[in-house]
């Protein structure tokens, strides 16, 4: 699948990508960059936000109003309850329509708050498809799996909780100045003060956070990493007795993790406690300026009661954004993380989109040089031309280059110079799906993954059952099948309670039914005992009978017949013919395999 246009919008191509955000506000454009595609909703959310605080913010006033009917009531011993019921409803009214815009705005934004995880995993995992495999070479898995969950969850979880709450908060604020200014221009000036101290301490304290929650959110990534490769290869810690070791390491991160999450907590958890030492200061700044314009006759006991009320509202957005920002950091760090993933440099796309399904199967390699990393070539000028249908052989010592000549021809990896055709085509004009479509290849490591053997056989091919029983009769496997209890259906695990010899025959039989026209198998049989192997090359033998096929093996004898034996050595190939020419010549190959048949093979 490599090689598609991004799932969603376009957007892993924007240039946002390339420069990557630098800060929470870098984060944050990105994180807008998902919500346009949810604009119209996004924006009906924020919409009722303001319908919301400017509910809640109105009610007030009228409180205000009724305080001051009360009162006067009770200097004239008669209270017009008529005015005040009147007033009740009206301030009844205005919660409850504040209440209900609230709820629908949670509603939307959880909903949107979803699908930008949602997108953002998909981006992800279409960018995955389109890394190339040199990036899989360095790095770390579980860090990669933490940009999928915590990351996206991080993102997802500030647009749900805190966004809202956070424009709830300024639009608020904005609000309750113009309020404040309109009902008293001194009051409102003692009650912006006391809030602006606050906010200029926060500033400070929001700007030294961000750098614990980026270590926060890379720590998750460790940790994932450290897991997952301690998981995978549980027998080796134990075999290694590297418990110790590992537990060291364990340890070194998780307690950074503790440390790092401590002190974006402890400095987090400043800010309401800041704001609630300025809220009290405003109560009782307003409360003291008050009662002196009271005495003085400037304003009545309603306005201070509304004061306070505003002092309340004012200080309330205000610990919203406090409270939300921790959240909003968090998720900076995140949409850092996701971003920088997604900025990977990608491999080349596909020059065309023309498919051949006709192969007669003539393979060319010429002068190829090729390294996975500039400083070291490990191919270095191989040239070789098979016809088609012949058996090709690829043999050599270890760190040869044999694995990394297949991976080529896959197009697994790019090549420096030269070029590979398949029929005359060059395999870089060849889109990536369709020259990988014309291969069965069984890898080196036999890779199994959690599903029944059915499932791992057919996997990706439109292979009946039919056709599953006929491959695993092909490689010898049928017996032991129909020795489990549930047959085809058996459940293996990605660490699986099979031998090392029945993966095997599990991955061949996998590529069996594939049915391409042409076949490599990477040290296939290397595992499974010479009489299975036997059936097994004769499956594969009489299965590609007529289709090239290229096969590499350390036991040189199961290659005897192949019609063509390339001999590898350091990149290169060093000698070239048949089983017995190659004996007669009396070089590389003829040692190696006198010296197999020596030690007994
Ligand atoms: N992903 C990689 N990144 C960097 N170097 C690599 C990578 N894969 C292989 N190499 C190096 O390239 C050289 C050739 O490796 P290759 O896997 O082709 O050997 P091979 O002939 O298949 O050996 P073996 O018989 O052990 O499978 C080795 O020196 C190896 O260290
Ligand atoms: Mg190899």
Request: with cysteine.
């Amino acid at each position: 699948m490599a090689n598609r246009t991004p799932l969603i919008s376009g957007y892993a191509s924007n240039n946002v990508h390339k420069e990557g955000p630098k800060s929470v506000k870098g984060a944050w454009r990105f994180i807008f960059q998902y919500l346009k595609n949810h604009k119209w909703l996004f924006m009906l959310a924020m919409a009722l936000v303001c319908v919301e605080s400017l509910l809640t913010a109105m009610a007030p006033d009228y409180i205000s109003d009724m305080a001051d009917l009360i009162a006067d009531g009770l200097y004239t011993g008669e209270i017009d309850l008529e005015a005040v019921s009147y007033l009740g409803v009206i301030v009844f009214l205005l919660y409850l329509f504040g209440t209900l815009a609230m709820f629908l705005r949670n509603y939307w934004m959880a909903d949107i708050a979803q699908y930008v995880a949602r997108d953002m995993r998909r981006d992800l995992q279409a960018k995955m498809d389109r890394l190339p495999l040199r990036f899989y070479d360095t790095c770390r898995k579980g860090d990669v799996m933490s940009r999928f969950t915590n990351d996206a969850d991080m993102v997802g979880m500030a647009l749900n909780r805190s966004l809202a709450v956070f424009t709830h908060g300024i639009v608020l604020f904005f609000i309750c100045i113009a309020l404040m200014m309109l009902t008293n221009v001194t009051l409102a000036f003692v009650s912006m003060a006391a809030a602006f101290f606050g906010m200029g301490i926060s500033a400070i304290v929001v700007r030294r956070t961000q750098k614990y929650y980026r270590h926060q959110q890379k720590n998750i990534g460790r940790m994932y990493g450290l897991i997952s490769e301690m998981y995978s290869a549980h027998d080796v810690v134990l075999a290694y007795s590297a418990s110790e070791l590992n537990k060291e390491k364990f340890d070194e991160i998780n307690e950074s993790l503790r440390a790092s999450g401590f002190r974006s907590e402890i400095t987090m958890g400043l800010l309401p406690a800041i704001m609630s030492f300025v809220s009290n200061l405003g109560y009782v700044a307003v409360c003291i300026i008050g009662s002196v314009m009271v005495i003085e006759g400037q304003i009545t006991i309603g306005v201070v009661v509304a004061f306070i009320l505003y002092v309340k509202m004012f200080m309330g957005p205000l610990d919203m954004i406090a409270n939300s920002l921790g959240n909003i950091q968090a998720a900076g760090a995140g949409a850092e993380r996701i971003n920088e993933f997604l900025s990977e440099e990608e491999m080349e796309p596909d020059i065309s989109d023309e498919r051949i399904s006709e192969v007669k199967g003539r393979v060319e390699f010429e002068d190829i040089h090729f390294g996975y990393t500039p400083e070291a070539e490990t191919i270095k000028g191989f040239s070789a031309v098979i016809e088609p249908g012949q058996k090709v052989a690829i043999v050599g010592s270890t760190g040869a280059g044999k694995t990394t000549t297949v991976n080529l021809l896959m197009r697994f990896y790019e090549i420096w110079s030269g070029d590979i055709r398949i029929d005359g085509i060059s395999i870089r004009d060849m889109s990536r799906d369709n020259l990988r479509s014309l291969f069965c290849m069984v890898l080196q490591d036999a890779w199994l993954f959690e599903g029944t053997i059915r499932d791992n056989i057919a996997y990706c091919s439109d292979a009946t059952d039919e056709d599953v029983r006929e491959a695993c009769e092909e490689v010898g496997l049928d017996m032991f099948i129909d020795s489990l209890p549930d047959g085809l259906d058996t459940r293996i695990g990605s660490k699986s309670t099979l031998s090392e010899g029945q993966k095997q025959q599990i991955c061949i039989a996998r590529a069996l039914v594939t049915r391409a026209p042409m076949l490599i198998l990477d040290e296939a049989t290397s595992s499974v005992d010479t009489r299975t192997e036997v059936v097994i090359q004769r499956a594969i033998d009489s299965m590609m009978g007529g289709r090239t096929s290229f096969v590499i093996a350390h036991r040189l004898s199961t290659i005897r017949d192949a019609d063509v034996i390339l001999v590898m050595k350091d990149g290169n190939i060093v000698e070239k013919g048949t089983h017995e020419g190659l004996l007669k010549n009396n070089g590389v190959y003829a040692d190696l395999y006198h010296s197999q048949f020596e030690q007994g093979e």
